[in-house]
């Protein structure tokens, strides 16, 4: 891939769609945690499935910059789940 990884900011589309099929809670099976709190404050995390920069977790050099802030490679997640799951390998 010709992109140099950079960090980009999820669209407003992606972030609406995130929001959608999330039901504003957290991504980890069986979680029923709160994305957004009854004040409208976002508490949760926006979690990359596969890093958005070198050296991250589970860093894919073949994708695009775009592909790395698309839907598909995001989740909304509660901070201990989001945690737990980039601990992993």
Do not use: V
Not at 24 to 45: E, R, W
Not at 51 to 60: C, P, Q, T, W
């Amino acid at each position: 891939m010709n992109d140099t990884a950079t960090r980009l900011a999820p669209t407003k589309d992606t972030l609406r769609a995130l929001f959608l099929k999330s039901g504003n809670m957290c991504a980890y099976p069986g979680c029923t945690d709160l994305m957004m709190n009854a004040d409208g404050i976002f508490i949760g995390n926006l979690c990359h499935i596969e890093a958005a920069e070198k050296g991250g977790k589970r860093f894919n050099a073949s994708m695009s910059n775009d592909q790395r802030r698309a839907p598909s490679n995001l989740m909304l997640m509660c901070y201990p789940h989001h945690k737990e799951k980039d601990d992993e390998g």
